[in-house]
């Protein structure tokens, strides 16, 4: 029960601190210097400089709820409306309960001409209720803080023989168990699944390659997300809600 428990704590420490991959000070500098573009942006190609600028920052290994963010929202102004999806979706997680960017992402979906049919609500989303109370580093470090905090009260409770030690401990437990498989679950289902959007007008394919018949009556266009299902070094397999399966080449294909 121990070896586990500190397996889980190990776990939760490198998810919740692999971003930090890149100087602070460097990725400070950049996101400032991005977010000025984007406010000074006159057109397309300005807002595209932004991105190009967010972007870079995500190549370094870090993650942040507010990089996504604003990502998303320079994709927003270039008419991107896929990859600006994208990177609201990939903003969740971090920003749960954020009314801003519920509807922005809502608005690129109603703007993108290749939204396909919605995806059903996650069955975790409905047992486990209070999934979207925190956000998903809140999550880590408040299992780390839960057992840590277990711990001591597990040793004061055996030191001084308090039976109200015992079941304080046992019930922090229980939480941060619970909060520990939403964690879990979330982190599978939500960080690390793979997914993708597509970014222009294409056709999928039955296969990989130009000759095989069409899998769907009528093209993919820029907003059409996917759960990635396989892929090859030029073409990605997903799964298209309420349509089916098929190809598509990975130069129309944002992840």
């Known amino acids: ?100 960017l519920k509807a922005n992402l809502q608005q690129a979906i109603a703007a993108a001409p290749g939204r396909l049919n919605e995806r059903p609500t996650p069955w975790w989303n409905h047992v486990l209720f209070w999934t979207d109370w925190l956000a998903f580093p809140t999550k880590a470090k408040t299992c780390v803080g839960g057992f840590c905090l277990v711990a001591i009260l597990a040793l004061a409770a055996n030191y001084f023989r308090s039976s109200i030690l015992y079941w304080s401990s046992a019930t922090i437990l229980a939480v941060i168990i619970a909060i520990g498989i939403d964690f879990g679950i979330q982190y599978k289902h939500v960080v690390t699944t793979p997914r993708g959007v597509i970014t222009g007008e294409t056709i999928a394919r039955k296969g990989t390659g130009n000759t095989y018949e069409a899998a769907f009556d009528q093209p993919l266009r820029d907003g059409a997300e996917f759960q990635v299902l396989s892929e090859t070094t030029d073409w990605t397999f997903g799964h298209f809600e309420g349509i089916g399966d098929g190809w598509v080449r990975n130069e129309f294909v944002a992840r």
């Open 1 to 100: 029960m121990l070896r586990a428990a500190l397996i889980w704590i190990v776990l939760i420490v490198n998810s919740s601190f692999v971003a930090f991959a890149m100087e602070p000070g460097e990725r400070e500098r950049s996101f400032v210097k991005a977010l000025e573009l984007f406010d000074a942006a006159k057109s397309p190609d300005d807002y595209r400089d932004s991105a190009k600028i967010l972007e870079a920052i995500l190549a370094s290994g870090y993650r942040n709820g507010t990089i996504y963010y604003n990502l998303g929202n320079a994709y927003f102004r270039t008419g991107e409306y896929g990859r600006a999806i994208l990177n609201y979706r990939n903003s969740q997680p971090y920003r749960p309960r954020d009314p801003y």
